[in-house]
């Protein structure tokens, strides 16, 4: 995800040490309702320790650029450099007299503005009061506007010149055609030259509405404290509305193989088609069968595979990105010029195998323990609890996701994995993108 301007200050830092260390000893007790003007909150109290965290999250990821790529995260860009009668500095230096930190971060769906403070005043009132402003009150500054410009287009030009970025940048549209995923969320060097101040402004007055948001409160306040903060976050927008469902991602029909040369010792090996969305029926057993195929690091099948059998790659994974709609699931490693043509042999032969017998028992039983096992660490800080709610509101999730996850996790056997990676994934009708000499 692209992340914009970051404020910082070791206070708060020490703090959030303090808070990630706490073990949470059961699962949150989680709130939720919504404002006068319609955003969704979802809270957890967290009395342990001085802080509060906050994400709103609105329905504006790089899936609502249309034509104008880049055009959510640049206008996110934007937001931090100036805001009611403050510029970036002004902004920033509030922000470090507090040792309070705001951020941005834009995918695919959602635009996330996250907020961490100490609850004790003026801390507290002066981080609100600066969120609350940059949300619904940005001059989107035009100096400003060129030079964040100037710095995208210094990142794309540098994107060009990592193998792993290019491979990842063609396999998107070669995964999901034409549909609004497949773009970058960064955009390309064309659109944000060619995008105005103006289109700014109207994308922000379109999707920074309160319909379209979802709070996320977590810290040392009580229900009554999240409601004033929640309403008055959103106070200042618009009620709006919820923006429309985005289009079904399109299964692949064919295969695809693209070869990008790159002047490098190495050739990057990508590979993917449409996955799972969030909510999926499929779910439990797509995640823990990824788990046991590549998605635990040394002890997968494909490591042993590629890795510790052959030593073709250093590091090969797989990865579902469960999204509103069908995400992604890839496959990918860098190996040798001379073995990448066997090593994508492998890679391929590798999750065939998996499809047709799936995990073993033994396979299953370690890594149920391995996901279980590690899940309270996962829900044992503010700001992690803070994330899981985030994505449990905008995605409509149960409120109980995070109680019967490892119960969800522990019920899924053998023959549900074979039968979900058999319906969900087709060995010949994968996008194959390979980047190198």
Same mark, same amino acid.
């Given at each position: 995800?692209?992340?914009? =301007?970051?404020?910082?200050?070791?206070?708060?830092? +020490?703090?959030?040490?303090?808070?990630?260390?706490?073990?949470?000893?059961?699962?949150?007790?989680?709130?939720?309702?919504?404002?006068?003007?319609?955003?969704?909150?979802?809270?957890?109290?967290?009395?342990?320790?001085?802080?509060?965290?906050?994400?709103?999250?609105?329905?504006?990821?790089?899936?609502? &650029? $249309?034509?104008?790529?880049?055009?959510?995260? /640049?206008?996110?860009?934007?937001?931090?450099? !100036?805001?009611?009668?403050?510029?970036? &500095?002004?902004?920033?230096?509030?922000?470090?007299?507090?040792?309070?930190?705001?951020?941005?971060?834009?995918?695919?769906?959602?635009?996330?503005?996250?907020?961490? *403070?100490?609850?004790?005043?003026?801390? /507290?009132?002066?981080?609100?009061?600066?969120?609350?402003?940059?949300?619904?009150?940005?001059?989107?500054?035009?100096?400003?506007?060129?030079?964040?410009?100037?710095?995208?287009?210094?990142?794309?030009?540098?994107?060009?010149?990592?193998?792993?970025?290019?491979?990842?940048?063609?396999?998107?549209?070669?995964?999901?055609?034409?549909?609004?995923?497949?773009?970058?969320?960064?955009?390309?060097?064309?659109?944000?030259?060619?995008? *105005?101040?103006? #289109?700014?402004?109207?994308?922000?007055?379109?999707?920074?509405?309160?319909?379209?948001?979802?709070?996320?409160?977590?810290?040392?306040?009580? =229900?009554? !404290?999240? #409601?004033?903060?929640?309403?008055?976050?959103?106070?200042? +927008?618009?009620?709006?509305?919820?923006?429309?469902?985005?289009?079904?991602?399109?299964? +692949?029909?064919?295969?695809?193989?693209?070869?990008?040369?790159?002047?490098?010792?190495?050739?990057?090996?990508?590979?993917?088609?449409?996955?799972?969305?969030?909510?999926?029926?499929?779910?439990?057993?797509?995640?823990? $069968?990824?788990?046991?195929?590549?998605?635990? !690091? +040394?002890?997968?099948?494909?490591?042993?595979?590629?890795? #510790?059998?052959?030593?073709?790659?250093?590091?090969?994974?797989?990865?579902?990105?469960?999204?509103?709609?069908?995400?992604?699931?890839?496959?990918?490693?860098?190996?040798?010029?001379?073995?990448?043509?066997?090593?994508? *042999?492998?890679?391929?032969?590798?999750?065939?195998?998996?499809?047709?017998?799936?995990?073993?028992?033994?396979?299953?039983?370690?890594?149920?323990?391995?996901?279980?096992?590690?899940?309270?660490?996962?829900?044992?800080?503010?700001?992690?609890?803070?994330?899981?709610?985030?994505?449990? $509101?905008?995605?409509?999730?149960?409120?109980?996701?995070?109680?019967?996850?490892?119960?969800?996790?522990?019920?899924? *056997?053998?023959?549900?994995? =074979?039968?979900?990676?058999?319906?969900?994934?087709?060995?010949? =009708?994968?996008?194959?993108?390979?980047?190198?000499?």
């Amino acid at each position: 995800m692209f992340a914009n =301007r970051f404020f910082y200050l070791p206070l708060i830092g +020490l703090v959030a040490l303090l808070a990630s260390a706490t073990t949470a000893q059961a699962m949150p007790n989680i709130q939720t309702w919504q404002t006068p003007n319609g955003a969704r909150v979802l809270f957890v109290a967290a009395p342990e320790i001085p802080m509060l965290d906050v994400k709103v999250v609105f329905d504006a990821g790089s899936a609502r &650029d $249309g034509e104008l790529s880049g055009l959510a995260s /640049m206008t996110a860009a934007l937001l931090s450099q !100036g805001a009611g009668e403050w510029n970036a &500095d002004a902004l920033a230096e509030r922000l470090e007299q507090i040792g309070a930190s705001l951020s941005s971060s834009v995918d695919q769906d959602t635009t996330e503005w996250s907020l961490r *403070t100490l609850t004790q005043q003026p801390a /507290m009132e002066t981080a609100l009061e600066t969120l609350t402003t940059v949300l619904t009150a940005p001059t989107f500054p035009p100096a400003d506007l060129e030079r964040v410009r100037q710095n995208r287009l210094i990142a794309l030009r540098q994107a060009e010149e990592s193998p792993e970025q290019v491979a990842a940048l063609a396999l998107s549209p070669a995964i999901f055609g034409n549909h609004p995923y497949a773009t970058d969320p960064q955009g390309t060097a064309a659109t944000v030259t060619a995008l *105005t101040r103006e #289109e700014l402004q109207a994308f922000h007055a379109r999707f920074y509405q309160a319909k379209n948001a979802l709070i996320a409160i977590v810290g040392a306040v009580d =229900r009554a !404290g999240a #409601e004033a903060i929640a309403t008055r976050i959103t106070a200042g +927008l618009p009620a709006g509305e919820r923006a429309p469902a985005l289009p079904p991602v399109a299964e +692949l029909t064919a295969s695809s193989v693209k070869a990008i040369p790159f002047t490098a010792t190495q050739t990057t090996v990508l590979v993917g088609q449409p996955g799972m969305r969030r909510g999926d029926p499929d779910y439990f057993p797509l995640y823990v $069968g990824n788990h046991i195929l590549g998605g635990s !690091g +040394l002890v997968s099948i494909l490591m042993d595979e590629i890795r #510790e059998k052959r030593g073709m790659s250093y590091s090969v994974s797989s990865a579902f990105v469960p999204l509103a709609q069908l995400g992604g699931f890839t496959l990918g490693l860098q190996t040798k010029n001379s073995q990448a043509t066997q090593a994508q *042999t492998v890679l391929l032969d590798t999750l065939r195998r998996f499809i047709e017998t799936g995990p073993t028992e033994a396979q299953l039983i370690a890594a149920k323990k391995n996901i279980t096992g590690g899940f309270p660490l996962k829900i044992a800080s503010n700001r992690s609890i803070v994330s899981y709610l985030a994505m449990i $509101g905008f995605y409509g999730l149960p409120l109980d996701h995070l109680e019967k996850f490892t119960a969800r996790v522990e019920a899924v *056997t053998v023959e549900q994995i =074979r039968d979900a990676f058999t319906r969900r994934i087709h060995p010949d =009708r994968l996008a194959i993108v390979t980047v190198g000499g």
